[in-house]
């Protein structure tokens, strides 16, 4: 049986960034990449010193899933990683954010998760590692990213029951719950062309810490993982104030 790492959203950001991590602490055999974007995929193949699988899915798409079962079936891999980091945000109001937008976020965030997770957890094992990535934004409500805050509140909450329900079989699974990100393709992609929503984004987080940061929590079991000092004070911060006034706090930090 081969020994593989599957990994969504492989093709830049967090999620490629974790395909080098991995590569560097000792690849399985394979690493299976996927995304949409086909030619960033292939790029991969030659960029690692291991066995890189591109495998081009758009996960919005209930095919997707059917071809992915279909080939985990085939093979029947050991899984020894799995990283759900296919994602998408749009910055702004609610009501400026397309239904389009809103569609693609609840699809990515959530559904593409819960059924990348389902399909792959019959081959994981004892030893087997989750990282599902979330977002400081899960644990309260965001007034200009409502949506979003509000997918990857289901991430965590997701993960988290998934963390209980997997323990007594010995697979560690971990929210990954970094704060902004800024080398990335994410806030050029997730901010509207009139800048309504976050002005500045101070303090944003290096995809190299976080993914570090995430493997260790993962080795270790964390059930959420805030890779750095922002985002656990992110999360005292929401445990402890009211997030009504947390919102109003919030609101003023993203017009400065």
């Not at 699988?53 to 990683?81: F, G, N």
């Not at 010995?170 to 990335?184: R, S």
């Not at 009139?194 to 810490?209: I, L, W």
Request: charged share 20%; hydrophobic share 40%.
């Amino acid at each position: 049986m081969k020994n593989i790492a599957l990994i969504t959203g492989a093709s830049s950001g967090l999620g490629k960034e974790f395909v080098r991590q991995i590569v560097q602490r000792g690849a399985p055999n394979e690493i299976w990449v996927i995304a949409r974007r086909r030619e960033r995929l292939e790029e991969l193949v030659h960029a690692f010193p291991c066995t890189i699988v591109p495998i081009p899915l758009d996960l919005t798409e209930a095919a997707s899933y059917t071809l992915l079962e279909e080939r985990l079936q085939k093979e029947q891999p050991h899984i020894e990683y799995l990283v759900c980091a296919a994602g998408m945000g749009r910055i702004g109001l609610t009501e400026q954010t397309s239904a389009q937008d809103t569609d693609r976020m609840i699809e990515l965030n959530c559904r593409a998760l819960a059924r990348v997770t389902q399909a792959c957890l019959p081959y994981m094992h004892a030893g087997s590692k989750i990282l599902e990535i979330a977002s400081v934004a899960g644990f309260h409500p965001l007034p200009a990213f409502n949506l979003y805050a509000a997918t990857k509140a289901f991430v965590l909450s997701y993960t988290k029951t998934l963390h209980f329900e997997c323990r007594k079989k010995g697979i560690h699974v971990t929210a990954v719950c970094p704060y902004w990100v800024k080398d990335t393709e994410f806030i050029p992609t997730a901010s509207t062309a009139d800048n309504a929503g976050f002005r500045h984004f101070p303090f944003a987080q290096k995809t190299e810490d976080v993914v570090r940061r995430a493997l260790d929590a993962s080795e270790n079991n964390v059930c959420v993982c805030t890779p750095g000092i922002v985002p656990t004070v992110d999360r005292v911060l929401a445990k402890t104030l009211p997030h009504g006034l947390m919102m109003r706090g919030l609101d003023i930090f993203r017009r400065l």
